[in-house]
């Protein structure tokens, strides 16, 4: 009972990020909107269905995780803000922590932290 109300709690954890993202977005983004939209669109239907993926498809993780990764930064990469986006490596790396091992999970942090500096300074410059 305990590990369904962390899950639970992760999720909603998850859930708020994505509205923050996507209340931010949608104001800072007038002009430029209906690519936001439909990016996001995509991650959070994508996040809806994970919980039923992982129970009903043992490969998910191996097409969830990389088409996630894609939509967060072709999210990062949409000018001129870079910055706020990245908060949606958070709810990945907490279901990377249930899905993978640690060392995996690691690893897959150690890469999510490596893209969004990539990511942060091509859209921010050096400085």
């Known amino acids: 009972m305990k590990r369904a109300r962390g899950y639970q709690g992760s999720y909603l954890i998850g859930f708020i990020i994505i509205g923050a993202v996507a209340l931010r977005d949608i104001i800072f ?56 986006s990245t908060l949606l490596y958070v709810p990945l790396c907490i279901q990377m922590v249930r899905v993978f091992s640690s060392r995996i999970s690691i690893f897959l942090m150690i890469f999510y932290i490596a893209l969004i500096a990539v990511n942060l300074m091509l859209g921010m410059g050096w400085l």
């Open 29 to 84: 983004y007038q002009s430029n909107l209906a690519p936001v939209i439909l990016l996001l669109s995509i991650y959070g239907l994508l996040y809806i269905l994970e919980p039923w993926l992982s129970s009903h498809i043992n490969w998910h993780k191996f097409l969830y995780f990389p088409a996630q990764t894609a939509v967060v930064i072709a999210l990062t990469n949409l000018r001129p803000f870079t910055d706020f």
